[in-house]
């Protein structure tokens, strides 16, 4: 399936630090979701940017989307113990879409 | 508001019964979905419901049925339970309009077949 690739798969800091996160994929997309799963539980929405969009910013979360290279990044600044989650990259492909394929996620564990 | 509400929260069948997966949300979302995740895997879409009275297949529809009740309940069917159904199940919803498309998850569904 065309899902994303994040990488790394684990990642492990200090609280405070900051934590990067990447997701690659290989064709064309509508848009790029990014969702956080606590252990056990359903994803939570965190951040979306479209095609035509190179940054956003929510909070202490910030995204970017290079197209040229099909590949967006997840920056979380001062990290909390509370961060650790896994995250997940998500795809839509097409305008109108109403399909997201998922990658395998990135577990984060932010060490107090 | 409750948002996404899966019912039940754990199941073990035993190989060839059937059950059925329950999920109602309370945000007047035209879209539902129904995924599926795996250890070590993402999410795969399992069918969905891109507004009240259509449902189309997603990536691994094999074994499942469902219904889009009305406008707040989508449910999931496993006719005859197989052992590789083991898995967690995550119902979604989303506005899809007016550029809302991004999608709320109920807690899960843990289901072992034996």
């Known amino acids: 399936s065309q899902q994303g690739e994040e990488d790394p798969q684990a990642l492990s800091i200090q609280e405070g630090e900051n934590a990067t996160m990447n997701c690659s994929y290989k064709?064309?997309?509508?848009?790029l979701q990014w969702y956080r799963q606590n252990s056990g539980r359903g994803l939570v929405h965190l951040i979306l940017?479209?095609?035509n969009e190179r940054e956003k910013h929510s909070g202490r979360l910030r995204v970017t989307l290079d197209t040229s290279k099909k590949s967006s990044s997840l920056l979380i600044t001062a990290s909390r113990a509370a961060d650790t989650a896994s995250y997940f990259c998500?795809?839509?492909w097409g305008a109108g879409s109403y399909q997201l394929t998922f990658g395998k996620g990135t577990k984060l564990s932010v060490i107090p | 508001n409750a948002g996404v509400t899966q019912t039940p929260k754990f199941q073990v069948l035993k190989t060839g019964q059937s059950m059925t997966l329950q999920c109602a949300q309370d945000?007047?979302?035209?879209?539902m979905y129904w995924y599926r995740q795996d250890p070590g895997m993402g999410l795969r879409l399992i069918y969905y419901?891109?507004?009240?009275?259509?449902?189309d297949k997603g990536e691994v529809p094999n074994g499942y049925n469902v219904s889009r009740l009305n406008k707040r309940e989508f449910s999931l069917r496993l006719e005859s339970a197989a052992p590789s159904q083991t898995s967690v199940y995550f119902c979604?919803?989303?506005?899809?309009?007016?550029?809302?498309?991004?999608?709320?998850f109920g807690p899960g569904t843990r289901l072992t077949v034996l």
């Open positions: 979604a919803s989303s506005e899809n309009r007016l550029a809302r498309i991004e999608q709320f």
């Open positions: 945000m007047n979302h035209n879209s």
């Open positions: 419901s891109a507004s009240e009275g259509t449902t």
């Open positions: 064709t064309s997309i509508n848009n």
């Open positions: 940017i479209r095609s």
């Open positions: 998500a795809l839509a």
